[in-house]
């Protein structure tokens, strides 16, 4: 039995069991769940596959998104990775174990430091990107690009309406 059938059933199952409750927002929210762990799951994959989690990934990306010199303070990327300065402290320790950041003296400020990505970092997360967006392209490949349009659409609808509370 296929995703799509085990969510049919389950609110098939409700359906018998509570025909008074709107089983299509039901279904409906479940399939973009299940097509949002699957994505994670893929993501997940393609970090596996060099050696980090998706976390430690994250790190790399924010710190190549930022541009030359690829640099960026502890607290700017907890900040943008929406993380605590603890949980960034390990991930930053992990990452520059394996030689893919470097911890250098803040332009700004004497007494901190800034993060920056080393060469094999950079070369590292160009690759990364490169399979990463391969694969998101994979995973929307049987939508045709009006289906994407409103796809993006309805989901930036949908996103903004539950930021709000």
Excluded: C
């Amino acid at each position: 039995m296929d995703d799509n059938d085990r969510i049919d059933a389950l609110v098939q199952q409700w359906a018998d069991q509570r025909p008074d409750i709107d089983r299509d927002t039901m279904a409906l929210l479940a399939r973009l769940t299940r097509a949002a762990a699957l994505v994670d799951a893929r993501t997940e994959s393609v970090a596996a596959d060099y050696g980090v989690n998706r976390g430690d990934g994250d790190v790399m990306f924010a710190l190549r998104r930022a541009g030359e010199p690829y640099r960026l303070s502890p607290t700017s990327l907890a900040r943008a990775l929406l993380m605590t300065t603890g949980t960034m402290t390990g991930r930053l320790d992990r990452l520059e174990k394996r030689g893919w950041i470097v911890r250098v003296p803040s332009a700004h400020d004497r007494r901190s430091l800034d993060v920056e990505l080393t060469a094999e970092g950079r070369r590292l997360v160009d690759e990364a990107v490169t399979k990463h967006a391969a694969g998101q392209a994979e995973a929307v490949a049987p939508l045709t690009s009006r289906d994407r349009a409103d796809l993006d659409r309805v989901t930036r609808k949908l996103v903004a309406h539950l930021a709000q509370g």
